[in-house]
Nanobody, 121 residues
Framework: QVQLVESGGGLVQAGGSLRLSCAAS????????MGWYRQAPGNQRELVAR???????NYVDSVKGRFTISRDNARNTVYLQMNSLKPEDTAVYYC???????????????WGQGTQVTVSS
């Protein structure tokens, strides 16, 4: 099994910064893409940022220029640096990792438990 543990959420004023971390552990053979989704009350879950195993990144338009995703492959950890936060960034943030447990298994998406980010105006 693969477990993902997130940290770094909290309450911050508009214009502030937070850094989310997500560490994957367990029976991991390799990890492909990692990333972050978020879900605000009444909204669908949306992809915020994604990073491939080789480091290429994608962002939702609303966070481009403010958020930066990175990863440490040696630690199986993905980070999300969030700057210039806005009240509309308030949501539960979930990390995911597309991982496999052996060379012959498929890649499956595994999810963290979610961490609350609240931006006050």
């Amino acid at each position: 099994q693969v477990q993902l543990v997130e940290s770094g959420g909290g309450l911050v004023q508009a214009g502030g910064s937070l850094r989310l971390s997500c560490a994957a552990s367990g029976s991991i053979f390799s990890i492909n893409a990692m990333g972050w989704y978020r879900q605000a009350p009444g909204n669908q879950r949306e992809l915020v940022a994604r990073i491939s195993s080789l480091g290429s990144t994608n962002y939702v338009d609303s966070v481009k220029g403010r958020f930066t995703i990175s990863r440490d492959n040696a630690r199986n950890t993905v980070y999300l640096q969030m700057n210039s936060l806005k009240p509309e960034d308030t949501a539960v943030y979930y990390c995911y990792a597309s991982a496999r447990t052996s060379a012959r298994s498929y890649f499956y998406d595994h999810w963290g438990q979610g961490t609350q980010v609240t931006v006050s105006s």
